[in-house]
């Protein structure tokens, strides 16, 4: 489902040049459920930024179903990230001034399908991540817990084929991280999402069935 071939990125600060991903392979099939593990600064959230096309890479190859993501056009792009990707970040990112309910709606406001029982299905996510009543609220008066548990719903909204994580999560107390993470298994084993997790935890990398290790913008299969 996710071909990558030769991928490199570089950066350049002052006058060194930083490889933060260096000539990457790695494929990953429909619907399984993966683990990128390293430390900050190990390049593994700029390869999560270019398997996504959201960050071009100066060469090689991301290739999500047999489409070579940077051969397309910028509105082709953007139409298949909207119709197989989405994005976990590592912080929430809830727009402040819309309540719970209406940020996880807002992915389908570029939905060709947007009138598809969108709401019930939102009501129904909220319910899986544990703040159905919280449909109301705005991000101010929720727990940080809360607000990524809405940011997380709002990644399912448009039933994506990819869910790519950054640090999904990364300030949740451990009870949490165990919730979110058997959401996730759930997910992937009900719905068949393929999902690329990245993390600096050697403990939720564990609950993942398949791991690599980046180091110095060189990903490797963690033994």
């Known amino acids: 489902m996710i071909e990558v071939k030769e991928l490199t990125k570089t950066y350049k ?3 060194d040049v930083i490889k933060a991903v260096d000539h990457v392979d790695l494929e990953v099939g429909k619907g399984e459920f993966i683990s990128i593990l390293g430390h900050s600064g190990s390049g593994k959230t700029t390869l999560l930024s270019l398997m996504g096309g959201l960050t071009r890479p100066d060469s090689g190859t991301v290739r999500i179903d047999g489409t070579d993501i940077w051969a397309i056009s910028d509105d082709e792009l953007s139409d298949l990230r909207n119709r197989k990707i989405n994005f976990i970040y590592q912080f929430s990112s809830l727009v402040p001034t819309l309540n719970v309910i209406e940020n996880v709606l807002l992915p389908t406001a570029f939905s060709r399908d947007r009138d598809e029982g969108y709401y019930d299905f939102a009501m129904e996510l909220l319910d899986l991540v544990g703040i159905r009543e919280k449909e109301h609220s705005y991000p101010a008066q929720l727990s940080g817990g809360q607000q990524r548990r809405a940011a997380i719903a709002r990644a399912f909204i448009n039933r994506p084929e990819i869910i790519l994580a950054d640090e999904p999560t990364g300030d949740l107390d451990e009870e949490t991280e165990a919730e979110i993470m058997a959401l996730f298994r759930r997910m992937n084993e009900e719905k068949g999402i393929t999902f690329v997790i990245v993390t600096h935890s050697s403990d939720l990398a564990s ?10 913008g060189v990903l490797k299969e963690a033994e």
């Open 13 to 15: 600060v002052g006058s």
């Open 207 to 216: 609950q993942t069935k398949k791991r690599y290790r980046m180091s110095n």
